[in-house]
Nanobody, 123 residues
Framework: VQLQASGGGLVQAGGSLRLSCAAS????????VGWFRQAPGKEREFVSA????????YNSESVKGRFTISRDNAKNTVYLQMTSLKPEDTATYYC?????????????????WGQGTQVTVSS
């Protein structure tokens, strides 16, 4: 199984980006896929997650109202629409598949990490 994150880039504060997480080698029509981010010198933190069966979203407090997670099961892809971006959103964004055990906000409970995509928000 491979997860490929893409869509990062450089954007001004207040701008928008859409990240994609495409899975290959296995269908994610069930289960849950999450997005994490890691800024330089900081720990990787939970951003958002979605259940693939019914599309139920889970968002961290820091992105609520600004980021929207969605999925397209036919394309085996999860999206993260980011709006009203802030400089503090600057980080490498990773997607991963939840193992099915433990809290979904804990990165230790995820596997099949993608390579990450860089998001840089300038002030």
């Amino acid at each position: 199984v491979q997860l490929q994150a893409s869509g990062g880039g450089l954007v001004q504060a207040g701008g928008s980006l859409r990240l994609s997480c495409a899975a290959s080698g296995r269908s994610f029509s069930s289960g849950l896929v999450g997005w994490f981010r890691q800024a330089p010198g900081k720990e990787r933190e939970f951003v958002s997650a979605i259940t693939m069966t019914d599309g139920r979203p889970y968002n961290s407090e820091s992105v609520k109202g600004r980021f929207t997670i969605s999925r397209d099961n036919a394309k085996n892809t999860v999206y993260l629409q980011m709006t009203s971006l802030k400089p503090e959103d600057t980080a490498t964004y990773y997607c991963a598949a939840w193992t099915g055990v433990g809290r979904i906000t804990n990165l230790d409970n995820y596997g099949y990490w993608g390579q990450g995509t860089q998001v840089t928000v300038s002030s």
